[in-house]
């Protein structure tokens, strides 16, 4: 799935887009990560990625479709991503998750990686407080630290 810098700069966009897409489902994003190439350096890159915000609402929420919910067992870059959620807190994920999404409309979405179950469940209850606009926007906010750290990992310096 990785590629050094170069080999990122030079590809064919049809072969660096699904790449991107893998790290956030946002075609914006996507194609403006894609327009800036050349990068100079790795920080020139992950710079540009992050910059492509604030995600819209409507963005926002297909790129959440493409995530499974935190505590499910995951594949891809998500099992990774969520190797802090252990089989007591991914139950007790189950009900949070439920009545977040029953308030909100859609899953709950956090960069996980390196965070361990009971931190990530209370951030999940205390964005409960927000109300939906405000959710969506953190949850936006979250999906571009996602998508740069993918990105770092899919990208070899």
């Known amino acids: 799935m990785g590629m050094d810098l170069a080999g990122f700069n030079s590809a064919p966009a049809g072969e660096v887009r699904p790449m991107l897409t893998a790290c956030l489902s946002v075609p914006r994003w996507v194609d403006t990560v894609l327009a800036g190439r050349p990068y100079r350096s790795m920080d020139a890159l992950v710079n540009a990625a992050a910059a492509v915000s604030p995600l819209d609402p409507a963005e926002t929420r297909l790129a959440i479709e493409a995530h499974p919910r935190i505590g499910e067992r995951a594949a891809g870059w998500s099992r990774a991503e969520q190797s802090g959620v252990d089989d007591d807190a991914a139950e007790r994920f189950r ?51 996602i998508a740069v750290r993918r990105l770092r990992k899919a990208v070899l310096s």
């Open 95 to 145: 009900e949070a998750n439920a009545e977040y999404e029953h308030r909100f409309g859609h899953v709950y979405l956090v960069c996980a990686a390196g965070r361990d179950g009971d931190e990530l469940l209370a951030d999940l209850r205390s964005r409960m407080a927000n109300d939906p606009e405000t959710e969506l926007a953190v949850a936006g906010r979250e999906l571009l630290e």
